[in-house]
């Protein structure tokens, strides 16, 4: 039996149809969506504090920010719930089957846990903390000077973009499959180039957005802002 067999007859036996399918559709639509219109936007570093804040932080209206937060979180709360299911019902069989696609199907579950973490804080860090305790949305001098002067900020954003990229090009190809749209060993085999691909460009959006988030911490301009940010919440010293 391959691989692929194998994982489709377990998962179908353990997870329902209905839910399996629910799953993975909120996975995609509209998580993976916003995913990729978010790292876009992140893109608008490289042309300054104003352009981020712009695209990253400023919404038309408070209904739309409020709006745009249900349609992610509720869906996000529920591939959660449902990841996690999946992730304590399996059991990795690696050793006895080396296959390629159960190798990825591991892979898939560690990125989902990493991702899971990444999320969280970033999510808490970045979009609740600053507004719930700040009273505003994050300071691109804020995150510019944390990614250039903190490597453990960096160090978790690129891996984390790295999970997330991996987790949502390679999760293509098993919603496809859960959905009935690749069907045989032959239409998984040629959908795998077009999630590689898929893979390298999240990977390259979200690698370049770190890298002008990185360049920018650097600049005299940035430090400064970020030390009146500093000092107007009242820390001395931070890291």
Same mark, same amino acid.
Do not use: C
């Given at each position: 039996?391959?691989?692929?067999?194998?994982? /489709?007859?377990? %998962?179908?036996?353990?997870?329902?149809?209905?839910?399996?399918?629910?799953?993975?559709?909120?996975?995609?639509?509209? !998580?993976?969506?916003?995913?990729?219109?978010?790292?876009?936007?992140?893109?608008? /570093? $490289?042309?300054?504090?104003? /352009?981020?804040?712009?695209?990253?932080?400023? @919404?038309?209206?408070?209904?739309?920010?409020?709006?745009?937060? !249900?349609?992610?979180?509720? +869906?996000?709360?529920?591939?959660? &719930?449902?990841?996690?299911?999946?992730?304590?019902?399996?059991?990795?069989?690696?050793? #006895?089957?080396? @296959?390629?696609?159960?190798?990825?199907?591991?892979?898939?579950?560690? #990125?989902?846990?990493?991702?899971? $973490? *990444?999320? &969280?804080?970033?999510?808490?860090?970045?979009?609740?903390?600053?507004?719930?305790?700040?009273? &505003?949305?994050?300071?691109?001098?804020?995150?510019?000077?944390?990614?250039?002067?903190?490597? +453990?900020?960096?160090?978790? @954003?690129? %891996?984390?973009?790295?999970?997330?990229?991996?987790?949502? /090009?390679?999760?293509?190809?098993? $919603?496809?499959?859960?959905?009935?749209?690749?069907?045989?060993?032959?239409?998984?085999?040629?959908?795998?180039?077009?999630?590689?691909?898929? *893979?390298?460009? !999240?990977?390259?959006?979200?690698?370049? #957005?770190?890298?002008? !988030? @990185?360049?920018?911490?650097?600049?005299?301009?940035?430090?400064?802002?970020?030390?009146?940010?500093?000092?107007?919440?009242?820390?001395?010293?931070?890291?």
């Amino acid at each position: 039996m391959s691989t692929h067999a194998a994982t /489709a007859t377990d %998962l179908s036996q353990k997870t329902p149809l209905l839910q399996s399918r629910l799953g993975s559709f909120l996975a995609v639509v509209p !998580l993976s969506i916003w995913v990729v219109n978010h790292l876009w936007n992140n893109l608008a /570093a $490289f042309y300054g504090g104003a /352009a981020w804040q712009s695209a990253v932080t400023e @919404y038309k209206n408070p209904y739309a920010q409020a709006f745009t937060f !249900l349609i992610v979180m509720l +869906p996000l709360l529920f591939h959660t &719930g449902w990841g996690l299911v999946r992730m304590f019902s399996f059991k990795p069989n690696n050793l #006895a089957y080396p @296959y390629y696609g159960n190798v990825k199907y591991l892979v898939q579950r560690v #990125a989902g846990m990493g991702v899971l $973490f *990444f999320i &969280g804080a970033h999510v808490w860090l970045a979009f609740l903390q600053p507004r719930l305790i700040h009273g &505003g949305a994050e300071p691109f001098a804020a995150i510019a000077y944390e990614m250039h002067w903190h490597p +453990p900020t960096i160090g978790v @954003y690129v %891996l984390g973009v790295l999970g997330t990229a991996y987790h949502l /090009a390679n999760g293509l190809q098993g $919603f496809a499959m859960g959905w009935g749209l690749l069907a045989s060993e032959r239409s998984m085999r040629r959908f795998e180039p077009w999630s590689i691909v898929v *893979f390298l460009v !999240l990977l390259g959006i979200g690698w370049g #957005a770190i890298f002008a !988030l @990185y360049k920018a911490g650097g600049t005299e301009q940035v430090m400064q802002e970020r030390a009146r940010i500093m000092q107007a919440r009242g820390v001395v010293s931070d890291h």
